[in-house]
């Protein structure tokens, strides 16, 4: 599946403005522990008073295995065997007093639960490096691959994210995240969380995974040519595949300043859980995003609260990607905190680069900047008032074609992707601003330019809760 850049860029939004209102949210969520994507205080995973029956339940069962008959389902004494305690220190995940970011929650949980299965031989030794796949646990929307990295080289070095192709060299992920990035003397356990890019059944049923190390280069984007690669075969089991997580159809339609939002389904599994939204054609407002949606997991006033890690569309409809307590069947719900959205009428940007004058906008908040030129288009959004506070959220993007005043279209030379700078104030009465810049490519074009607007910091606030599973 091919993603064009006006789509990355939504789902970038999407993202940015999902984790801006759990800043927002902060103090409003005091009360729930743990809170959105904050460093615990206590080391009891993401579970509260029934975590700890569940957990000492689960040492009970565990510590008995070795002396009680094997019976019961097949799976379950597998996940048993496979269950790996203080998962999050064996990932070298934990931080002060044995604490970690809830964004963990879904490998370290998975890990505790035995949901992350062995790999046997899959190991690969090149230029002082040994490259070996430990577990993996893959569903129908994604792969977790725990994996270390034996370094033999005496220096601390660069370990780029895992990348998964197939064997002509194709990447069959829609996104993928690993920690950490760098690799000292001895050996590095790793976890990659993997989205697949399009149905799982289309998948080869061997998969190739690679990882580029390098000597550490602050300068570099990229893995530099003398990078070491290493690469290891991976065999899926498609049919495991399928039947693992589960779908709940939810068709759920509700309202926010009386747009209609539909939560169409959830599939929960040991990746995460995946929350597809779509928006009413009849709406008045364009929606750029859900502002601070949190999966809350948890019952009786007790409730975990988990950010959006990733967004992702798929024929169309946009998909929400949450960590999950895998050792958990306690209630899912959503909460929202509102919309980021402009009346369709209002997404054109009318500007004259060479007067410097913005002709239309959707309110007053933007303004040209001193730095603009005929060739360099550059804005600031003015944070007033309560606007610092949630400026998070504050990101603008527009597509990369425009109209010039005669009518003729033209591309922007750095296309969607602004280059974006917070600004200080810098005088009594001047307001802070985030600066955006964008490369129009010529000068002298035909006045005035008209711009389409692809997202705006525009947030309507107004708080939601949807149901997923009681």
Request: hydrophobic share 35%; aromatic share 8%.
């Amino acid at each position: 599946m091919t993603v064009n850049e006006e789509t990355l860029l939504r789902e970038y939004f999407q993202t940015v403005s999902a984790q801006a209102g759990e800043v927002s949210e902060a103090k409003l969520n005091a009360a729930i522990t743990g809170g959105v994507r904050k460093v615990r205080r206590q080391r009891l995973l993401p579970r509260y008073k029934w975590t700890v029956a569940l957990a000492a339940a689960l040492a009970a069962v565990i510590f008995l295995l070795p002396f009680i008959p094997q019976t019961g389902e097949p799976s379950r004494q597998t996940e048993a065997r496979n269950a790996v305690s203080n998962a999050a220190a064996y990932l070298g995940l934990t931080g002060t007093g044995g604490s970690y970011d809830n964004v963990h929650t879904t490998v370290v949980s998975a890990l505790e639960a035995g949901l992350l299965k062995p790999v046997e031989g899959a190991v690969i030794e090149k230029d002082g490096f040994t490259f070996e796949i430990e577990r993996i646990a893959a569903d129908r929307k994604g792969m977790l691959v725990l994996y270390s990295l034996y370094n033999r080289s005496g220096e601390k070095v660069e370990v780029a994210s895992l990348n998964v192709t197939d064997k002509d060299g194709k990447p069959l992920i829609y996104s993928a995240g690993s920690t950490p990035q760098t690799a000292g003397a001895g050996t590095t356990r790793f976890y990659s969380q993997i989205l697949w890019d399009g149905d799982y059944t289309a998948l080869p049923d061997t998969l190739y995974a690679k990882i580029s190390v390098s000597d550490i280069d602050p300068h570099l984007l990229v893995p530099s040519s003398d990078a070491t690669e290493l690469t290891l075969p991976l065999t899926l089991d498609k049919a495991d595949m399928a039947k693992t997580g589960k779908e709940v159809q939810l068709n759920k339609n509700f309202s926010i300043a009386d747009q209609q939002i539909i939560l169409e389904n959830a599939y929960i599994s040991t990746t995460g859980v995946y929350l597809t939204v779509d928006y009413d054609s009849g709406n008045t407002k364009e929606i750029f995003g859900l502002l601070g949606p949190q999966l809350m997991q948890g019952s009786n006033s007790e409730y975990v609260g988990y950010g959006v890690r990733q967004t992702m569309m798929s024929d169309g409809r946009l998909t929400y990607v949450f960590p999950v307590d895998n050792t958990s069947s306690a209630p899912l719900k959503l909460r929202i905190t509102g919309i980021v959205a402009l009346d369709k009428t209002e997404t054109q940007l009318i500007v004259d680069t060479e007067q410097k004058q913005i002709i239309k906008a959707p309110d007053n908040r933007l303004k040209f900047s001193a730095q603009s030129s005929r060739e360099r288009m550059v804005l600031d959004f003015e944070l007033k008032g309560t606007d610092r506070a949630t400026n998070g959220y504050t990101v603008m993007q527009i597509a990369n074609q425009f109209v010039d005043g005669q009518g003729q279209k033209h591309m922007l030379q750095n296309s969607v992707w602004a280059d974006l700078e917070f600004r200080e104030a810098t005088a009594t009465g001047e307001n802070p601003a985030y600066r955006y810049s964008y490369e129009l490519g010529s000068a002298g074009l035909p006045q005035p330019l008209t711009f389409t607007l692809l997202s705006y910091p525009n947030a309507i606030k107004e708080r939601v809760e949807v149901e997923i599973t009681k």
